[in-house]
């Protein structure tokens, strides 16, 4: 199955605000949220105070690469990096959102119009989980007070979850099958990205 563009109205007006931030060269809150200016959800976001990355993928990134703007690959990867590296608890959540969000479309998609993937961002991550390991265990900040996880742990599930997939989705093309649809990670599968690593 192939990517296809949203018709939604709600696609252009995510559209501009993205555009917005383009202009500005402020594209980096968009990915993040944290200013409603330039936040990108929509009603089935599960967090209405920081940007939902499946609509910011689904609505701006996607359309605007199949529109011409090929450099927004490179200009995802390089925002996503800064994420990492900024020393901010929301900011790395939402760069690993944004890699979570990017797998659960590549389970179901066969072929997406790009795909922002790379060991070294994986690796970064890793080191800033535990440089700001307090910090993210800390976090209650907006909505995140609601939750009884913590930020750090739902980092954790998300990156075990990516680790699962992606070695899911290796063996299945390897072995010549059809992708299968996409499902809950098993609870006895070992957290790959344990602090003890």
């Not at 920081?50 to 609505?59: E, G, H, Q």
């Not at 901010?88 to 179901?108: G, H, I, M, R, W």
């Not at 907006?142 to 899911?168: D, H, K, L, T, V």
Request: include cysteine.
């Amino acid at each position: 199955m192939d990517y296809k563009p949203n018709s939604y109205n709600e696609e252009t007006a995510h559209l501009k605000i993205y555009n917005r931030a383009k202009r500005k060269q402020i594209e980096k809150e968009c990915f993040i949220g944290k200013n409603s200016d330039y936040r990108i959800l929509d009603r089935n976001s599960q967090m209405t105070d920081i940007t939902d990355p499946r609509v910011l993928i689904l609505n701006c990134l996607y359309p605007l690469y199949l529109s011409g703007d090929k450099g927004i690959k490179d200009r995802t990867s390089k925002i996503l990096n800064e994420m990492v590296e900024d020393n901010d608890p929301l900011s790395l959540f939402q760069a690993v959102s944004f890699l979570y969000e990017q797998d659960c479309l590549l389970s179901k998609n066969v072929h997406l119009p790009f795909i922002v993937y790379d060991t070294s961002i994986c690796i970064n991550i890793k080191r800033h989980l535990k440089l700001l390991e307090h910090k993210l265990t800390t976090y209650n900040e907006g909505e995140f007070a609601f939750y009884s996880r913590s930020m750090y742990q739902m980092i954790e599930r998300m990156m075990q979850s990516i680790r699962w997939n992606r070695a899911r989705l290796v063996t299945y093309k390897r072995r010549g099958h059809h992708v299968p649809s996409r499902r809950k990670v098993p609870k006895k599968v070992t957290p790959t990205w344990s602090m003890q690593a």
